[in-house]
Nanobody, 115 residues
Framework: QVQLVESGGGLVQPGGSLRLSCQAS????????MGWYRQAPGKQRELVAR???????IYVDSVKGRFTISRDNAKSTVYLQMNSLKPEDTAVYYC?????????WGQGTQVTVSS
């Protein structure tokens, strides 16, 4: 059964950094683009970064220049390096395919940016 397991979240002060990881079971990474989503309280889930199987990346404007998505296909893991964090980045972060038929959502990892 395919599973997505996100980790690496936590409480950080504004301007701080976190690195999120998402490990997948099975062979879902192979040849597939992957994405990081986030859902803030009372808001819809949004796709903030995506990476193709070849390593090309796209970011939503609000995180450009601050977040970096990467992947390690041998480890079936996708990462999200988040720098210069802002309070508005507070959300539960999830990974999944960026389009098409999505996988079953994992539990997500909570990121809280607060002083």
């Amino acid at each position: 059964q395919v599973q997505l397991v996100e980790s690496g979240g936590g409480l950080v002060q504004p301007g701080g950094s976190l690195r999120l990881s998402c490990q997948a079971s099975g062979s879902i990474f192979r040849g597939n683009a992957m994405g990081w989503y986030r859902q803030a309280p009372g808001k819809q889930r949004e796709l903030v970064a995506r990476i193709t199987s070849g390593g090309s990346t796209i970011y939503v404007d609000s995180v450009k220049g601050r977040f970096t998505i990467s992947r390690d296909n041998a480890k079936s893991t996708v990462y999200l390096q988040m720098n210069s964090l802002k309070p508005e980045d507070t959300a539960v972060y999830y990974c999944n395919y960026p389009a098409g038929v999505l996988l079953r959502w994992g539990q997500g990892t909570q990121v809280t940016v607060s002083s």
